[in-house]
């Protein structure tokens, strides 16, 4: 009950008119109790009022304020009355164009008349999975909470969709079914949802079912004229299975009769307009207008329908349903039969006029065509269409027809033919639909006709009103048991609520004795009629309160519904109730020659159900035992079937949960967005919605949670009474405060429960209150401004008054300022006179004295100079007698010592001779001998290379000599040129005299000329002047060309710019289309792999691995031609002295695989220069010429006059290389002279005789002798290819690259020597024992039983001390004559150059005496050349030397560190620097001798590669890629796996192993398909092989060997690049791989955050004080209860959002994501939070408004502030908010006429449908904020059209694309990490691989 003290002046109620049902006024007063009269005013007309009010229940119903307006539930308002509910409907609908609103678990929806963009698949995935009461009122939100609760609960649902004819019921349950369809698909691809074969069928079952069921009212041209309710089956998964069709009350009818301006049912138009196609020319179609049954309501069309394009639809249905062409052909043949039969012509006979009976003529041909469709004899129709037969006890008889008759028995025959084929029709449908496993639960929508009313009501609108008057009792029994369960949920105390009960008016129809009971009982009697039926009625119901007898008719009787009463013409329903067909006529079809049409009409008495339903199905055909004559087909009339279906569906309906959908026709003119309150308060009243608006009035409408009632109505809060820890004590305090009544609220656990009206007076006291602060505001405002102008008008005055002040005082202070300034001037003016004076007399002074003091000081120097001259004098006698003495005593002291030394040295030599001579000293002297002799053969070797060096030096001197009388006999030859020189002088001066006499001749010559030339000089200045006219004519004309010019060349670069933009977004169009291709195939792959697993779990045996099926598996079964190398490059560490034996392998080995590019590169390894080598051919291509000059670059340490491109240009002279072909030839010479030496020093040792101690194995010597003469072969091949480059005068590089080559060589076939000796000296110690035990009866020991080997050791060594000795001193004077001989020969070479350089000028001035200067600039550029050539050269030769310096002292440095390292002290052994690069340059192998063991430390140079074995293959990916961990690949190396996998893939094309290339890339592929499948719900797993694709990737493009790729490359880069395999076709898989994995992450990341979106940034309110109106919507079912887990609060999903965000950042840049690569993931992600957030923005009327314009745009610049954080800012992101900031800015927009143009441009993001969405959405928080007006609206709408007319680019849905995928790139990025530098963790347990 309201309060009185509402009804106050002021107050807003409702009035009822009889045009406009209800209109607004005002009270003019306020109403007290006992009043009778109430003065009010019309709002729109301003007119005032008196109206009646008897008692205080017939007051006028109260208006909700202005913020209650528009709800998207009408149980909302405070205030639920018929006119607000209306009202609300009306604002919703005409105002806002929202057609569907909710009324508690109620969807109003009123038909728009137009087609609205709010169905497509963008709006569909708007609802799927949302909390529908967050979202704006939809028919996807009822089929999203049906669905819900169905997978949640797993309860069978119902969808109830009701409403009178073109409403739009047939649409709302079509959509609600299509809803399902997406939703509920197999296919759950979030990208693309595929409707699958299923749901195809139950959508093509909508158009077949309109064909055959649908028809054209003067309400509606769709309208469905009979029931339906199909439920859709669903496994435990979720997907349809199936679904059934049940149906109800077909109106037959229509068949044969239309009421005017109504069409028969649609299928028969469909067939007129085919009948031109000669597939249906059999049927003898004609228009529609030709054939009776299709011309009664005078209309055959339809405004905007295309018969024939619906008739394909048709078509296309039935071949999806399964339905073979023969069937089809078959039911439009009997669809044109009864076209033709109503054609039938029935005439009557001559006879008695009473009773004249019917016939038709023989030749009909409608009769004609009407047999031969359906296959039956022409005259026994004739026949039996016009009699009828009776049966007796003994006979049959045979009855005439009249006229009357015939045609009634043949209208029925139509209809009974119509109805049996629209069951058959849907018992197909259903056999289509039937589900081949069991369905855990289904969903039933029921499309049902709604409650009618007409003028005349007959059987059909009897039985429509029967079942609305049962579904209205099972929705009043649903509301209140949902209403009583809120309550005892909430445990508030509750009385029971009232409600209509519908009950008794359901019995006086079905209950025993009722209506359907007389009315089968009259349907029995022989001779009934409807007159007898309607006295019965009479007399037994009228004591009955639901039914009525009319005053003026006795033929029909009145039914008061819950709707509204009615009144039934009982004409007709005995004869639509039995709905007979006469025996004889369905024997006739059962006796037709087609099988179809005999089968159609089979006996079926013995099936009861059969609908078309799989179960639980009514057929509704007349069933009752009809009159002789009448079929006995059937037991049971139409009404008594009618009752059993809907017991049947209210059995179905009362075991599932309930929805309802209630669909309201605005207007009887189909005029869109057009609201008739009349009509619509008609159809509320019948619908049930003004009855839930009862029930819920009844109890507690409003409901508050407590945060949401005191956010609201803090206001109204005294700040002692708040407690943030418990709002359920604050709401109390503040409501005890409030409300007096206790009554009027209810506290329950999570809310509070209001009656009707007190929100409404809360709102009052809220508005109230803000008021009266507004004022205490505004009064203190005022204040603050009258002060603040106050003060402003003082501050004024005393600056006024301080101006005028200033001005006088500084008048005062300026004149103060000129009398001290002339004071000033007068001092120092007189102060300058004064020092001017002074300064003179001063500087005289000054003088006087610096000349006086100079004489002094220089006398005194000359005394201090001599003094110390005399001083320095004595110093050097006295040094000179000291150093006098000195010598002669030491002298004297020398002679002394080498006196007594040698008498020492005389007696020791003496007793060494004693003792030599001795047997016992010998046999010590030999003990030792051998081992020492090795010793000094190998100092003799040290020796021998300082005694080549010497050679050298000394062949060098040679040369210089003869250089030297080369220049000397060049002097002489200077002086003879001298000579020529004085003579040529002599023979110029008698040259000059001749020449001045010349010129005095010529001087006559040129006084003439002068006058000449005066001339001339005027003519040439006038020629001057024209020239310069005419040079600024050009220079004009050259500005307007380079104007000219320079607009072409922007024109150019613009169209340039242009095209590039136009080509940039043809290839983003195409990169887009490719990934969308990629996408599409790894969906269909996961398909195929989904049903190949299916059939293999049924197929029992063999299991096929999905990697056997990967679109990238390849042929691997090509045999394997190539050469292992992996034997020789695993033992390459092992020993040097095998790399000889395997060069002899690769010498003998032709294979055309080996190429001087697999082998060459510039670490130095022999192995691979030693192959190098042997391939080297004289037709080497062009790429193994750049490899080789590559390596050139490298050693030389300098640029080669090659390109990088290894391009040689023939075309240059070869006198540019005239300096280095010197040099050559010079090389070449001193080569030979060392060969020649090494020769000579060969033969002298073979001379040399050999003693047993030194060399006792000749084979050993044999061995070296072979080796050596093949080294020395080797030798004179690379001679003879340098001597044959030198003469050709090209290729000289590479000939030197193989020079150099072969020299660094030479050092390795030294130790190879030296491993030899030593082994030779082992052997040759063990003969030795040998030979010991076999001269001494096999006993060893004998040999040094007395210490004789100790006693020869010792004399050994003391003779090789000597003997060191002796060699120190004889290398000592090498050396020192190696000094004497490099200073002569650098006198010699600066004797030489100076020579040269005299020779050289002489030369020149020779031949410019003797040419002209441009040939002696040419030869002077050619000379300079060729000396900085030979500069170059030498500066080569220097750059060798010290890099051979570096490398013997970093080879040293490394011994000297391994012996630290193995004497116990740490040292750098692995030859690493101290900042932790590997040493270049160091040789592979060292030796040392340590204990006489000789030790190999292992190479420190790798070649990047990886060496597996082929079985190890699958270890390879199970440890790399199946079992490799995100949180173990996070410790490592940012993309380790790619680097490690690709130096596998390196050794496979180092081996030219394709196979096992081709199977390591497949295997990799399918490894990380199958990884990243298995855990596709893992970001961290797809970020990992997203990451580790993409370098893999960059990978086969950086060493792929293109040079576009090779750009940041290093040198050894470069080197480790691909021979013998092109990937590229792999490079496009593994791109599309990434693709594919990118689309992964992003769908991944989509699902993950998707939850967080809407709670994050349009819930989360982060700005505090800035309150909303807090939806006070009630939830609609059951669908969250308790039990489920509460969802986060905003400010949960705000940080969750950001700290996920995060995360995926950090885990990017951790893995090495590219930037690039982030910024496009990003962006996309950020589209998807914009698109989900503006759609829900869009979708949701609570968020419209100011504060939370704010609050959004506050997030969203949190979301902009994380991006520039995380340095992202610049990703698209920011740009891709646009459309949610722009929204937000609509939102705190000023909305006046005014702002329009600014509005239209600040939302250039928005289509004009978003725009005027929002619009419509926006409401205000507070009564003090104005709605947005209806013409603001319509004028926002119309400039916008105006402006996007011809934007095209401008997308005008109202949704935007979640799903779009902008192209993604994956630009190259290149590694700067060497392979040779990456090392195998243990962690990942690849012990198997071998680093090479």
């Given amino acids: 009950m309201i309060s009185d003290e509402l009804y106050c002046t002021g107050a807003r109620v409702w009035i009822p008119d009889p045009n406009e049902v209800w209109i607004a006024a005002t009270l003019s007063e306020k109403w007290t109790p006992g009043q009778t009269t109430l003065s009010i005013e019309i709002e729109d007309s ?87 009461n967050n979202l704006d009122p939809h028919i996807y939100a009822v089929a999203e909470e049906a669905f819900k609760q169905m997978s949640r609960f797993e309860q069978n649902q119902s969808i109830i969709v009701s409403g009178e004819s073109g409403a739009g019921k047939t649409v709302s349950a079509k959509y609600a079914m299509r809803y399902f369809a997406i939703v509920g698909g197999s296919s759950h691809d979030e990208t693309q949802k595929e409707i699958s074969l299923v749901e195809k069928k139950v959508l093509a079952s909508n158009p077949i079912m309109e064909a055959i069921g649908n028809a054209k009212t003067t309400r509606n041209d769709n309208s469905s004229r009979f029931g339906k309710y199909i439920e859709i089956d669903f496994k435990k998964d979720l997907t349809i299975i199936g679904a059934q069709m049940r149906t109800y009350l077909l109106e037959k009818s229509r068949v044969v009769f239309q009421a005017p301006e109504e069409r028969n ?313 039995r709905d007979a067909v006469l025996e004889t006529q369905l024997k006739i079809l059962r006796a037709s020659t087609s099988e179809f049409v005999a089968d159609l009409f089979v006996d079926k008495s013995g099936a009861s159900d059969t609908s078309g339903a799989k179960k639980k199905t009514v057929q509704v055909r007349p069933g009752q035992k009809q009159p002789k004559g009448m079929s006995k087909a059937s037991k049971q009339t139409v009404g008594s079937q009618f009752r059993e279906s809907l017991r049947s569906l209210m059995t179905t309906l009362f075991s599932t949960t309930p929805h309802y959908v209630r669909c309201i026709k605005p207007n009887d003119e189909k005029a869109a967005f057009t609201f008739d309150p009349t009509r619509a308060v008609q159809q509320l009243r019948a619908c049930g919605v003004l009855e839930t608006i009862r029930i819920s009035a009844a109890g507690y409408p409003s409901r508050w949670t407590y945060p949401e009632f005191y956010q609201r109505y803090r206001v109204l809060c005294k700040f002692k009474q708040i407690q943030r820890n418990d709002m359920r004590q604050t709401c109390e305090k503040v409501l005890n405060g409030l409300i007096n009544d206790p009554d009027k609220y209810q506290f329950g656990k999570t809310k509070i429960f209001f009656r009707a009206g007190q929100v409404a007076y809360l709102e009052k006291l809220r508005s109230d209150k803000l008021q009266a602060c507004g004022i205490m505001i505004q009064k203190h405002v005022k204040g603050w401004i009258y002060k603040k102008k106050y003060l402003a008008i003082r501050k004024s005055t005393l600056l006024l008054q301080m101006y005028a002040r200033g001005y006088l005082a500084r008048k005062h202070a300026q004149f103060l300022r000129e009398t001290r300034a002339a004071i000033r001037i007068q001092k120092i003016y007189r102060g300058f ?13 000054i003088t006087i004295q610096a000349l006086a003091r100079g004489i002094l000081a220089r006398k005194r120097y ?133 020449l001045e006499k010349e010129r005095a001749e010529k001087q006559d010559l040129i006084s003439e000329k002068s006058l000449l030339a005066s001339n001339a000089h005027e003519k040439q200045q006038e020629q001057d002047e024209t020239d310069k006219s005419q040079k600024e004519q050009i220079l004009k004309l050259e500005e307007e060309m380079a104007e000219m010019k320079s607009k072409m060349q922007a024109e150019m670069n613009l169209r340039l710019d242009q095209e590039r933009k136009q080509v940039i977004q043809e290839m983003a169009v195409e990169r887009e289309h490719h990934q969308r291709l990629v996408k599409d195939h790894g969906r269909l792959q996961q398909r195929m792999e989904n049903l190949l697993e299916e059939r293999n779990a049924k197929i029992s045996g063999h299991a096929r691995h999905p990697s056997d099926v990967s679109s990238v598996s390849i042929d691997s079964s090509v045999p394997d031609s190539g050469i292992n190398f992996s034997d020789e490059v695993r033992h390459n560490n092992e020993s040097d002295f095998d790399s000889l034996r395997r060069r002899k392998k690769f010498e003998n080995t032709e294979s055309p695989l080996v190429t001087e590019s697999q082998t060459v590169n510039k670490t130095g390894d022999e192995t691979e220069k030693g192959a190098a080598e042997i391939a080297g051919s004289e037709d080497t291509k062009a790429e193994d010429r750049e490899t080789i000059a590559d390596d050139r670059s490298t050693i030389l340490g300098g640029e080669t006059s090659e390109t990088r491109d290894g391009d040689v240009d023939d075309s240059k002279p070869a006198n540019l290389d005239l300096g280095m072909m010197l040099k050559l030839q010079t090389r070449v010479r001193d080569l030979e002279k060392e060969r020649n030496q090494l020769l000579k020093e060969k033969e002298n040792v073979d001379r040399r005789p050999r003693s047993e101690s030194q060399y006792s194995d000749v084979a050993a010597d044999h061995q070296k002798l072979i080796e050596l003469e093949m080294e020395n072969a080797r030798l004179k091949e690379s001679l003879e ?152 050269l030498d500066m080569r030769e220097k750059c060798d030397q010290l890099e051979d310096k570096v490398r013997k002292l970093k080879k040293a440095v490394k011994i000297y560190s391994n012996r630290l390292k193995e004497h116990g002290v740490s040292g750098n052994s692995e030859g690493v620097s101290s900042k932790g690069k590997p040493e270049e340059g160091l040789e592979e192998d060292e030796e040392e001798e340590m204990g006489g063991k000789i030790k190999y430390q292992p190479t420190k140079n790798y070649m990047g590669m990886l060496e597996y074995k082929k079985e190890e293959e699958a270890a390879l990916v199970k440890q790399l890629v199946t079992d490799l961990k995100p949180r173990v690949a996070i410790t490592l190396i940012p993309t380790l796996p790619a680097y490690i996998l690709f130096m596998c893939l390196r050794h496979t094309d180092h081996l030219n192993e394709d196979s096992r290339c081709k199977t390591l890339l497949t295997n990799v592929i399918n490894g990380i398909k199958k990884v990243s499948k298995a855990h596709q719900d893992d970001i961290e797993t797809l970020i990992l092989w997203l ?25 050894l880069q470069n080197n480790h690049c691909l021979r013998n395999f092109d990937l590229s076709e792999y490079r496009a898989i593994l791109n599309d791989l990434a693709v594919w994995l990118y689309q992964g992450v992003v769908k991944t990341a989509k699902e993950h955050i998707h939850p967080l979106i809407v709670g994050a940034l349009l819930e989360y309110e982060g700005i505090q004080g800035l309150s909303s109106k807090p939806s006070m919507s009630r939830q609609r079912s059951s669908s969250h209860s308790d039990t489920l887990e509460a969802p986060s609060t905003p400010e949960h999903c705000f940080e969750n959002l950001i700290k996920t965000l995060s995360s995926w950042v950090n885990l990017m840049r951790t893995h090495g994501f590219d930037t690039l690569v982030v910024n496009q993931l990003f962006k996309q992600l950020f589209y998807f939070i914009v698109a989900t957030a503006a759609n829900n923005l869009l979708l949701r009327k609570d968020m419209c408004n100011w504060s939370k314009g704010m609050q959004i745009r506050y997030n969203l610049s949190n979301l902009e502030q994380w991006l520039r954080d995380n340095r992202l800012h610049e990703c698209g992101a920011v740009e891709a908010m646009e459309p949610l900031i722009q929204a937000s800015q609509l939102l705190q927009a000023r909305k006046t006429a005014e702002d329009v143009d600014s509005i239209c441009e600040m939302c250039s993001q928005l289509s004009v449908a978003q725009i005027i969405k929002i619009l419509n959405l926006y409401t205000p928080v507070d009564e003090y904020e104005e709605r947005v007006p209806i013409s603001f609206i319509r004028k926002i709408q119309q400039t916008l059209k105006e402006k996007r007319k011809s934007d095209s680019s401008n997308p005008q849905a109202l949704l935007i694309d979640t799903k779009q995928f902008f192209p993604v790139m994956f630009p190259f990025c290149p590694s700067s990490i060497g392979l040779e530098s990456i090392d195998i963790p243990s962690v990942l347990k690849l012990g198997f691989l071998v680093r090479l």
Wanted: proline content about 2%; glycine content about 4%.
């Fill in 46 to 132: 301003l007119q005032a009022r008196q109206i009646k009010v008897p008692t205080r229940e017939k007051l006028p119903p109260l208006r909700n304020p202005d913020i209650l307006i528009g709800e998207n539930d009408l149980t909302s308002m405070s205030y639920l009355n018929e006119p607000e509910v209306l009202y609300n409907l009306q604002v919703r609908f005409a105002d806002r164009n929202c057609i569907y609103t909710y009324c508690g678990i109620v969807l109003v929806a009123i038909n728009p008349y137009d087609d609205l963009p709010i169905y497509g698949n963008e709006i569909v995935q708007a609802y799927n999975g949302q909390d529908s």
């Fill in 265 to 577: 049912y649609h299928i028969f138009y469909q067939l007129c307009a085919m009948r031109e196609d000669e597939e249906f020319s059999h049927l003898g179609l004609q228009c529609p207008e030709e054939f009776t049954y299709l011309s009664h309501g005078e209309c055959t069309e339809i405004d905007g329908v295309d018969d024939m394009v619906e008739f394909e639809a048709t078509k296309k249905a039935l071949d999806i349903l399964g339905l073979n062409k023969v069937t089809q052909q078959e039911m439009f043949k009997i669809f044109a039969a009864v076209l033709h039969l109503g054609n039938v012509s029935l005439t009557e006979r001559t006879g008695d006029s009473s009773k004249i009976p019917a016939r038709i003529n023989s030749t009909d041909p409608a009769l004609k065509s009407f047999c031969t469709l359906l296959g039956i004899d022409e005259d026994q129709t004739n026949k039996w269409l016009c009699n009828r037969q009776i049966q007796t006890v003994g006979e049959t008889l045979t009855k005439p027809l009249t006229v009357a008759q015939a045609s009634f028995s043949r209208d029925a025959l139509a209809k009974h033919v119509y109805a049996e084929l629209f069951q058959y029709i849907v018992t197909q449908i259903n056999k289509s639909l039937a589900c081949r496993e069991k369905s855990q639960s289904f969903i039933g929508v029921l499309d049902i006709y709604g409650f009618e009313t007409f003028e005349i009501n007959s059987f059909e609108q009897f039985c429509i009103n029967y079942a609305n008057e049962k579904l209205q009792q099972q929705f009043n029994l649903h509301v209140f048991k949902l209403e009583q369960e809120e309550y005892v949920k909430e445990q508030i105390e509750w009385s029971m609520i009232d409600f209509y009960d519908n009950q008794p008016c359901i019995d006086l129809i079905e209950a025993k004795l009722g209506i359907l009971d007389l009315l089968d009982e009259e349907c029995k009697v022989p001779n009934g009629s409807d007159a007898n039926w309607c006295t019965k009625m009479y007399e037994r119901l009228t004591k009955h309160k639901h039914f009525g007898k009319p005053k003026t008719s006795r033929t029909a009787f009145i039914i008061d519904h819950f709707a509204d009463k009615v009144q039934y013409e009982t004409d007709g329903f005995l004869d639509k109730n």
């Fill in 833 to 845: 006179c004064s020092r001017k004076s002074y300064y003179r007399h001063r500087k005289a002074v």
């Fill in 862 to 994: 000359a005394e201090l100079l001599r003094n110390v001259k005399a001083v320095v004098i004595q110093k050097h006698v006295r040094r000179w007698l000291q150093v006098k003495k000195y010598r002669m005593v030491l002298k004297g002291i020398v002679l002394i010592q080498s006196h007594f030394r040698r008498r020492k040295a005389r007696l020791l030599f003496k007793m060494l001779k004693i003792e030599a001579k001795s047997v016992d000293h010998i046999k010590k002297v030999n003990k030792g001998l051998e081992n020492k002799i090795i010793e000094l053969q190998q100092k003799i070797e040290d020796m021998k290379k300082v005694q080549k060096d010497f050679d050298n030096d000394r062949s060098k001197l040679e040369n210089s000599q003869k250089e030297l009388e080369r220049l000397k006999g060049s002097e002489e030859h200077l002086r003879s040129a001298s000579n020529k020189i004085t003579e040529l002088e002599e023979i110029i001066a008698r040259l000059e005299a001749e």
């Fill in 1281 to 1432: 290819r340098l001597q044959k480059a030198v003469a050709l005068g090209q290729g000289g590089n590479e000939e030197i690259t193989n020079q150099f080559t072969a020299l660094n060589e030479e050092l390795s076939r030294r130790r190879e020597e030296c491993i030899q000796l030593k082994s030779l000296l082992a052997s040759r110690t063990k003969d030795s024992i040998e030979t010991a035990k076999e001269s001494y009866g096999g006993n060893a020991e004998i040999l040094n039983e007395d210490g004789e080997l100790a006693s020869a050791y010792q004399t050994l060594k003391d003779v090789n001390r000597v003997l060191q000795r002796d060699l120190e001193l004889e290398k000592s004077g090498y050396k020192r004559k190696e000094l004497e001989l490099r200073a002569t020969i650098e006198e010699l070479k600066k004797d030489n150059n100076r020579q040269q350089d005299l020779i050289g000028q002489l030369n020149k001035v020779a031949s410019n005496l003797s040419m002209s200067p441009e040939q002696a600039m040419q030869n002077a550029l050619q000379f300079e050349i060729q000396r900085l050539m030979s500069e170059n």
């Fill in 1587 to 1611: 990451s580790n694709t993409c370098r893999f990737l960059h990978l086969l493009k950086q060493y792929s060997g293109e040079k576009s790729f090779q750009v940041e490359n290093t040198e």
